[in-house]
């Protein structure tokens, strides 16, 4: 088991970033695949980015492609998720997610370890 904390949600303007991180807990971090999910009001929860257990394979949803960067810091046991170009559909609560699936996966239901989420608030 890995215990994940998001942090860096917030309100910001159309077109302004975000850098979300989600923090884990113990040394088997490098073990889990890790990913975003995001879900809005009244829609299902959504795949947004995926990062390999190495680090080296990144994979992200169409809908924010060229705008989002994940990362990951194995010193820190830390993954973040750079959001530039911020649209109000990207209005969301956040959350990270770790698997031992290999690559990735974009099924919710095959990630068992859950932050409490963030939220992300985008205004034109």
């Known amino acids: 088991q890995v215990q994940l904390v998001e942090s860096g949600g917030g309100a910001v303007q159309a077109g302004g970033s975000l850098r979300l991180s989600c923090a884990a807990s113990?040394?088997?971090?490098?073990?889990?695949?890790m990913a975003w999910f995001r879900q809005a009001p009244g829609k299902e929860r959504e795949f947004v980015s995926a990062?390999?257990?190495?680090?080296?394979?990144?994979y992200y949803a169409d809908s924010v492609k060229g705008r989002f960067t994940v990362s990951r810091d194995s010193a820190k046991n830390t993954v973040y998720l750079q959001m530039n170009s911020l649209k109000p559909e990207d209005t969301a609560v956040y959350y990270c997610?770790?698997?031992?699936?290999?690559?990735?996966?974009?099924?919710?239901?095959?990630?068992?370890?859950w932050g409490q989420g963030t939220q992300v608030t985008v205004s034109s």
């Open positions: 113990g040394r088997t971090f490098s073990n889990y695949g």
């Open positions: 990062i390999s257990r190495s680090g080296e394979s990144t």
């Open positions: 997610a770790a698997t031992l699936w290999v690559p990735p996966t974009t099924r919710p239901d095959l990630y068992h370890n």
